[in-house]
């Protein structure tokens, strides 16, 4: 299973002559019942130290964030807690989940129609590519933040959300490998996911000498490896209950 057409843009690749796809998502809970509407919690995030301020029980679907809320420590006592290595726009991810189990999508309705129109080779506009590069850059650090915070559901939107892209807009984030090979220990399920994104639909012609800045060394040893297996491996990008088992986070 291969594409052959290939675009490098802005750090992710364009694949191209593929039809966009459906796909389901994860069950989400209920949304919140506002018990408490008067209840309110400060997250301050980044290095501009932007203050969310959203209700406590929302907040308190993070465990982590619940047991700092509810304790002794200088969080329960000022009802703030500080992200200060998250990233602005993706903790606005975290916060839309929290309070829809959804997101945002990457274009509003106009802009999606307006690309909707484009024949299917057609390359997308610089200003799109680069709200697609930048909404992958957010859901894997929305992602990371996920697994901080111990929101599974979370995580696996956000890979399903990253999926997405790849079969709509056919991108795929290839810049992320070297951050996720340099952290083994954090976000496996991502890791594998954007691997064989990467394994599957870029073609081997990339994989040589003159792109080898490219991709990390430990990338292209792990495409050998797994090449060897393919032939018993179920194909995670046509078997949805594949892709969850490969990929997902366990929720329980």
Same mark, same amino acid.
């Given at each position: 299973?291969?594409?052959?057409?290939?675009?490098?843009?802005? &750090?992710?690749?364009?694949?191209?002559a593929?039809?966009?796809a459906?796909?389901d998502?994860?069950?989400?809970?209920?949304?919140?019942?506002?018990? &408490?509407?008067?209840e309110? %919690?400060?997250?301050?995030? &980044?290095?501009?130290?932007?203050?969310?301020?959203?209700h406590?029980?929302?907040?308190? !679907?993070?465990?982590?964030?619940?047991?700092?809320?509810?304790?002794?420590?200088?969080?329960?006592?000022?009802?703030?807690?500080?992200?200060?290595?998250?990233?602005?726009?993706? $903790?606005?991810?975290?916060?839309?989940?929290?309070?829809?189990?959804?997101?945002?999508?990457?274009?509003?309705?106009?802009?999606?129609?307006?690309?909707?129109?484009?024949?299917?080779?057609?390359?997308?506009?610089?200003?799109?590519?680069?709200?697609?590069?930048?909404?992958?850059?957010?859901?894997i650090?929305?992602?990371?933040?996920?697994? !901080?915070?111990?929101?599974?559901?979370?995580?696996?939107?956000?890979?399903?959300e990253?999926?997405?892209?790849?079969?709509?807009?056919?991108?795929?984030?290839?810049?992320?490998?070297?951050?996720?090979?340099?952290?083994?220990?954090?976000?496996?399920?991502?890791?594998?996911? %954007? $691997?064989?994104?990467?394994?599957?639909?870029?073609?081997?012609? $990339? $994989?040589?000498?003159?792109?080898? &800045?490219?991709?990390?060394?430990?990338?292209?040893?792990?495409? %050998?490896?797994?090449?060897?297996?393919?032939?018993?491996?179920?194909?995670?990008?046509?078997?949805?209950?594949?892709?969850?088992r490969?990929?997902?986070?366990?929720e329980?």
């Amino acid at each position: 299973m291969r594409l052959t057409r290939l675009t490098p843009v802005h &750090g992710s690749y364009n694949l191209q002559a593929q039809p966009p796809a459906s796909r389901d998502r994860v069950t989400q809970p209920d949304g919140p019942n506002f018990s &408490g509407p008067d209840e309110l %919690v400060t997250i301050v995030v &980044g290095e501009e130290s932007k203050s969310f301020i959203i209700h406590k029980e929302v907040a308190s !679907y993070s465990p982590v964030l619940k047991a700092a809320f509810d304790s002794d420590f200088l969080e329960g006592q000022t009802q703030t807690y500080n992200l200060e290595e998250a990233s602005i726009e993706a $903790f606005q991810l975290v916060t839309q989940w929290l309070y829809r189990q959804a997101i945002n999508p990457v274009f509003t309705a106009d802009e999606f129609d307006s690309l909707n129109t484009l024949p299917i080779n057609t390359i997308l506009p610089d200003t799109a590519q680069q709200k697609i590069v930048a909404r992958q850059t957010h859901l894997i650090e929305a992602y990371e933040i996920g697994d !901080y915070l111990q929101l599974p559901r979370l995580q696996n939107l956000m890979l399903d959300e990253l999926e997405g892209l790849r079969v709509r807009w056919r991108t795929i984030s290839v810049v992320s490998l070297y951050d996720l090979y340099e952290r083994p220990s954090q976000g496996y399920g991502l890791r594998e996911l %954007v $691997f064989e994104q990467c394994r599957y639909f870029i073609d081997r012609e $990339f $994989f040589t000498v003159e792109n080898k &800045g490219m991709f990390p060394k430990e990338f292209l040893l792990d495409c %050998v490896r797994a090449d060897r297996n393919i032939h018993s491996q179920v194909d995670p990008f046509t078997d949805k209950d594949e892709f969850r088992r490969r990929f997902h986070v366990p929720e329980e």
